[in-house]
Nanobody, 115 residues
Framework: QVQLVDSGGGLVQPGGSLRLSCANS????????MGWYRQAPGKQRDLVAS???????NYKDSVKDRFTIYGDIAKNTVYLQMNSLNPEDTAIYYC?????????WGQGTQVTVSS
C-alpha cells in the first residue's frame, strides 16, 4: 500500500529557504513521475515541479531558478529545495506520485512566507 508522507514546511521570512521532503512509508511502488503541487486558499491545486524516472524535470514558470526538485523515484523519495521564497509561495504543498494515470498524494505540508 502506498502512503506518501511529506514534511518540511513552516514559517519563513521573505528571501528565506525551506526544503520539503516526501517518502513512501508503505510498500515501494513503480511511480513514473513524482512531484510537488501547491494549493493556496481559494485557488486550485497547481503543479510546482515534477521529475521523471529518467531524471527530466519540469517547473512552474514562477519558481524556475528558485526551486529545485530532486530525489530517487525508484526509492519513492523526492525533495523540493525552495530558495528566495516570497509571500506568493504561501500554500499547502502536496507530494504526488503518478503511474498509469493514477495519482497518489501526501497529506500536505503548510508553507507560510511572511515577515
Amino acid at each position: 500500500q502506498v502512503q506518501l508522507v511529506d514534511s518540511g514546511g513552516g514559517l519563513v521570512q521573505p528571501g528565506g529557504s525551506l526544503r520539503l521532503s516526501c517518502a513512501n512509508s508503505g510498500s515501494l511502488f513503480y511511480f513514473s513521475t513524482m512531484g510537488w503541487y501547491r494549493q493556496a486558499p481559494g485557488k486550485q491545486r497547481d503543479l510546482v515541479a515534477s521529475i521523471t524516472r529518467g531524471g527530466s524535470t519540469n517547473y512552474k514558470d514562477s519558481v524556475k531558478d528558485r526551486f529545485t526538485i530532486y530525489g530517487d523515484i525508484a526509492k519513492n523519495t523526492v525533495y523540493l529545495q525552495m530558495n528566495s521564497l516570497n509571500p506568493e509561495d504561501t500554500a499547502i504543498y502536496y507530494c504526488n506520485g503518478r503511474f498509469a494515470g493514477r495519482d497518489y498524494w501526501g497529506q500536505g505540508t503548510q508553507v507560510t512566507v511572511s515577515s
